[in-house]
């Protein structure tokens, strides 16, 4: 079955840097649109970046020119790389993969993301 982990999340200072993580298996990772999402208590899940079918990416508004979604199809690994990190970055952050095939939608456990100083 699919599975992700995630990992990478911890503690970091207002406009440090934190790069996360999130190994797959289970699935043909190739096939998959993978992207991570966020969620702060009492607020709804919501994109953060991902990759489209086509390969092309998707960013959210607040974290344009600050974060970087890549992935490595050798590795199975899709990658979320967090710069210049706001107070108002700090959540559980989620990997996802969609089946290009079926539309299915597969969630990892979550990594938590705290900015303070």
């Known amino acids: 079955q699919v599975q992700l982990v995630e990992s990478g999340g911890g503690l970091v200072s207002p406009g440090g840097s934190l790069r996360l993580s999130c190994a797959a298996s289970?699935?043909?990772?190739?096939?998959?649109?993978m992207g991570w999402y966020r969620q702060a208590p009492g607020i709804q899940r919501e994109l953060v970046a991902a990759?489209?079918?086509?390969?092309?990416?998707n960013y959210a508004d607040s974290v344009k020119g600050r974060f970087s979604i890549s992935r490595d199809n050798a590795k199975n690994t899709v990658y979320l790389q967090m710069n210049s990190l706001k107070p108002e970055d700090p959540a559980v952050y989620y990997c996802?993969?969609?089946?290009?095939?079926?539309?299915?939608?597969?969630w990892g456990q979550g990594t938590q993301v705290t900015v303070s100083s």
């Open positions: 996802s993969a969609r089946s290009a095939r079926t539309g299915i939608a597969y």
């Open positions: 990759f489209t079918s086509f390969g092309s990416t």
């Open positions: 289970g699935m043909i990772f190739s096939a998959y649109a």
